[in-house]
């Protein structure tokens, strides 16, 4: 924050400060959040909104802009999505077995089965979205 309000007091453009925000902090505070985002304790969270609020105070980040909440919860769609479609990802090998069944129950956004909880090599990110 100290930094952004000394370029802010150098008079360094809103669009400046704003790309500075994104890239700098957001951006390291979000650095690998599948894989940490789950085990963080509330008061964590509440530290990290704590401080997007204190930019939206400052008008460095919009107010209808995501929460890091809602970009922690895109990159996990996203790493999920990429994992489903390249055959050659590392983690591809510890997706669940395909569905080979034709009936369907309810609707999902994959083809995998769903796991059991007995698995041994149960990942919690590959199967967060299976439910």
């Not at 370029?7 to 505070?29: E, F, M, P, Y």
């Not at 939206?56 to 999920?80: H, N, V, W």
Request: with cysteine; proline share 4%; aromatic share 10%.
């Amino acid at each position: 924050m100290y930094v952004l309000k000394v370029l802010h007091s150098h008079s360094l453009s809103d669009a400046a400060l704003k790309d500075i925000l994104h890239i700098g902090c957001v951006a390291k505070l979000l650095y690998a959040s599948p894989a940490w985002l789950e085990f963080t304790t509330a008061s964590d969270k509440h530290c990290i909104e704590t401080f997007i609020h204190c930019c939206i105070r400052l008008q460095l980040y919009g107010a209808k802009d995501p929460t890091p909440t809602q970009l922690a919860e895109d990159t996990d769609e996203s790493l999920f999505s990429r994992i489903k479609q390249n055959r050659n990802h590392v983690l591809y090998q510890f997706l669940p077995v395909l569905n080979c069944h034709q009936y369907n129950l309810r609707p999902q956004w994959h083809n995998f089965l769903l796991s059991t909880k007995t698995d041994d090599c149960n990942i919690r990110q590959l199967f967060s979205d299976s439910y």
